[in-house]
């Protein structure tokens, strides 16, 4: 789909890399500028997944005829993407007013967890840091424990990577379309907030609380995960009184008065807790047979090793065993093919040559 594109992706942690993945998945032609050695960081090794589709080259961006080797590379770009505390590329000579005076159509792209100003601009944070300030990690667990996501997902990848690949998709349009170039200030902050619109419209409606437990998603026992009796997990979400009855008959519950006032708040810590005794009597597997085939919106909880062997997750073939590491295919899908297998990663500057050949034979893209 983006055949056409060359993004430059300085080579970073986390969220930044994320996006540059997602637009080589979707066939950006993405040229990482990775650092001529690696840096001692935790859980980031040589070979990495997050590189799988990309091109490498090394290049030391303190040194001036690797400067200019880069600013020769944008000449050809529509993109490029960074993900350093802001400051760090301008210190470089490498700012969004270098960089543009090169290519004056280039879309440059910007991941941090802060955002470009603001107090908190150049201090240091993670993804528990992000979502806590902007609301995003408040209703992430149940109440009266402490609030606990799944890691990176609803920040750095969901309100940060996910954010700069809109924004960047959005910004190369308008590029085509008019020639000018644009700066994308892509802040986890803000995307994650922004994903909690849909939670604020539900409490504008009067479905939601400020106090977690005790709202429509968050609290009632229909909207649970729930430990079988062999220790897997169930998850079970039928909002909907029509999905609900189908539940409820299942259970053999459907005469239950208690049970039968869906909506009752007051009655909800206590019928979670005759669920959770209920669920607990036998394996997941008798439940899932027991809801097979139904609406009563009940499934398992998956480590992402099981979701790979999963009869659905299989069929789509969502999670892939590919260069000896577990990985997820390409999303979203396109005229209802499957995606193409996933692309090896390099290693460190294993493009450098073919690169520096294209920049001076000149531009095939863009």
Not at 52 to 60: C, E, F, H, M, N
Not at 170 to 193: C, E, H, N, Y
């Amino acid at each position: 789909m983006l055949s056409d594109i060359r993004i430059i992706e300085i080579e970073a942690l986390g969220p930044a890399p994320f996006a540059a993945m997602l637009l080589a998945d979707l066939g950006a032609d993405v040229i990482t500028v990775h650092r001529k050695i690696a840096a001692d960081v935790p859980g980031k090794g040589e070979n990495n997944l997050l590189d799988r589709g990309k091109r490498s080259i090394a290049l030391d961006l303190k040194a001036e005829e690797d400067v200019a080797v880069l600013k020769a590379l944008l000449r050809t770009a529509d993109g490029l993407i960074e993900g350093f505390r802001p400051g760090v590329m301008e210190r470089l000579g490498l700012g969004p007013d270098a960089c543009l005076s090169v290519q004056p159509r280039l879309v440059y792209g910007r991941m941090t967890g802060w955002g470009q100003d603001g107090p908190k601009a150049r201090e240091a944070g993670h993804d528990l840091n992000y979502i806590g300030l902007s609301g995003a990690l408040w209703y992430a667990s149940p109440a009266g424990t402490p609030p606990f996501p799944p890691p990176t997902l609803v920040g750095d990848i969901g309100g940060g990577a996910l954010y700069l690949v809109i924004g960047m998709l959005s910004a190369l349009l308008k590029a085509r379309r008019t020639g000018t170039g644009t700066v994308v200030d892509a802040a986890i902050v803000d995307g994650s907030a922004h994903m909690m619109n849909l939670l604020m419209a539900l409490r504008a409606a009067g479905s939601f609380s400020v106090e977690r437990g005790q709202s429509l998603l968050d609290g009632p026992h229909w909207s649970r995960t729930y430990r079988c009796g062999d220790g897997l997990f169930l998850s079970v979400q039928c909002l909907e009184p029509k999905f609900y009855c189908i539940f409820l008959e299942r259970l053999g519950l459907s005469g239950d008065p208690a049970f039968a006032r869906q909506f009752e708040e007051s009655l909800w810590p206590d019928l979670g807790l005759r669920l959770e005794t209920l669920f607990a009597g036998h394996p997941r597997a008798h439940w899932l047979a027991l809801f097979d085939g139904s609406d009563a919106c009940v499934g398992p909880v998956h480590s992402p090793e099981d979701a790979m062997t999963d009869p659905h997750m299989a069929a789509r073939g969502i999670w892939l065993d590919e260069h000896g590491r577990l990985q997820a295919a390409a999303a979203p899908r396109f005229d209802g093919k499957k995606p193409a297998p996933a692309a090896p990663s390099p290693f460190r500057g294993q493009h450098t040559a073919e690169i520096m050949d294209e920049i001076w034979k000149g531009p095939s893209v863009g």
